[in-house]
């Protein structure tokens, strides 16, 4: 039976650790954030098949972000005797024990995605190259809306480090420009309701605005969706950050200038290489624990390379 999209994403972010002694030999557990948006599905799914394909059973979990889920989740993968745990933190400073805990089993950690707070516990940290990211994404958006202008800035999670990272990256490229005007900024916490949310109040309050730059593609595409409701999309600067398919779409519908590309679908291939290479051999394939995957710009010009979810041919 074949399952559909909705019916995959609810499964996997059920999906149960289970316990019991057939899980207990070459278990790689894989615990993401919510597999609901697209960018930590790829992560989760992209991460599993390679598990898979090298011969490990491989079990897909969610925290949401909540830092008590995740330390069940961890004590499941502890109870399992997982092999490895391929782990997209839930809090840069909460996180630190669910992964201590791990470590002080024997299990190797190798995180992805976001880092956390402190270093020499993981064996790696892949992550996408966010201040270069946010570089990218600023300097087309700057040439969008001509360097003059006010607009309004989407922040992500504040307990994710790529959110803080991520601004600072825009703030770097925008303040060389004094005609630029950031009216306001709000927290919208990677949610696409909380970006339309957020959008429609700083639109009542700022109703001349010229641009939106967002944290992450969930948060610019309900900003695209309140400003289709107030009627003022028309003209609008909007740039994104992920590379989803939804904001792809969204490009090429004219509707989102561009989106900067993570790539997910990369480290997270990676990190499960990485974690059978020192399964295998106790040594670690890559020294540096932190390692940064360069972002890639999708615009109209380069939005018909997106070749898959996450995705873009060269």
């Known amino acids: 039976m074949k399952l559909t999209k909705r019916a995959l994403l609810a499964a996997v972010a059920t999906l149960p650790l289970m316990a019991g002694s057939a899980w207990a030999e070459g278990l790689i557990s894989i615990i993401v954030n919510d597999p609901a948006n697209p960018y930590w599905f790829t992560e989760g799914e992209v991460a599993k098949a390679t598990a898979e394909e090298l011969g490990y059973e491989a079990a897909v979990a969610a925290h949401k972000g909540d830092t008590n889920t995740e330390s069940t989740l961890i004590d499941t993968a502890i109870t399992n005797q997982a092999k490895a745990i391929i782990l997209g933190p839930a809090n840069a400073d909460g996180s630190i024990g669910a992964v201590k805990k791990a470590v002080d089993a024997g299990i190797p950690v190798f995180i992805v995605n976001a880092e956390i707070n402190e270093s020499g516990l993981a064996k790696a940290q892949l992550v996408?190259?966010?201040?270069?990211?946010?570089?990218?994404?600023?300097?087309?958006?700057?040439?969008?809306?001509?360097?003059?202008?006010?607009?309004?800035?989407?922040?992500?999670?504040?307990?994710?480090?790529?959110?803080?990272?991520?601004?600072?990256?825009?703030?770097?490229?925008?303040?060389?420009?004094?005609?630029?005007?950031?009216?306001?900024?709000?927290?919208?916490?990677?949610?696409?309701?909380?970006?339309?949310?957020?959008?429609?109040?700083?639109?009542?309050?700022?109703?001349?605005?010229?641009?939106?730059?967002?944290?992450?593609?969930?948060?610019?595409?309900?900003?695209?969706?309140?400003?289709?409701?107030?009627?003022?999309?028309?003209?609008?600067?909007?740039?994104?950050?992920?590379?989803?398919?939804?904001?792809?779409?969204?490009?090429?519908?004219?509707?989102?200038?561009?989106?900067?590309?993570?790539?997910?679908?990369?480290?997270?291939?990676?990190?499960?290489?990485?974690?059978?290479?020192?399964?295998?051999?106790?040594?670690l394939k890559v020294a540096e624990e932190k390692q940064l995957f360069d972002c890639m710009l999708i615009d109209a010009s380069s939005a018909d390379k997106y070749t898959g979810p996450f995705t873009l041919s060269q």
Do not use: C
């Not at 609008?236 to 509707?255: I, L, Q, R, Y």
């Open 128 to 283: 996408s190259n966010n201040a270069q990211g946010a570089a990218l994404g600023a300097m087309a958006w700057v040439e969008a809306i001509g360097g003059e202008g006010s607009f309004v800035e989407l922040f992500g999670a504040p307990s994710d480090n790529n959110a803080q990272t991520r601004s600072n990256g825009f703030e770097t490229v925008l303040s060389q420009y004094p005609d630029l005007d950031k009216k306001a900024q709000e927290v919208a916490n990677w949610d696409r309701t909380q970006g339309y949310t957020k959008m429609q109040s700083m639109l009542q309050a700022n109703p001349d605005v010229k641009g939106v730059i967002s944290g992450n593609d969930e948060m610019a595409l309900g900003a695209i969706a309140a400003l289709k409701e107030a009627g003022k999309l028309d003209g609008m600067v909007v740039g994104g950050f992920d590379g989803s398919p939804d904001s792809v779409d969204a490009v090429k519908a004219g509707e989102l200038t561009y989106t900067v590309l993570q790539p997910v679908a990369i480290f997270a291939e990676e990190a499960v290489r990485q974690a059978d290479h020192f399964i295998n051999t106790g040594e």
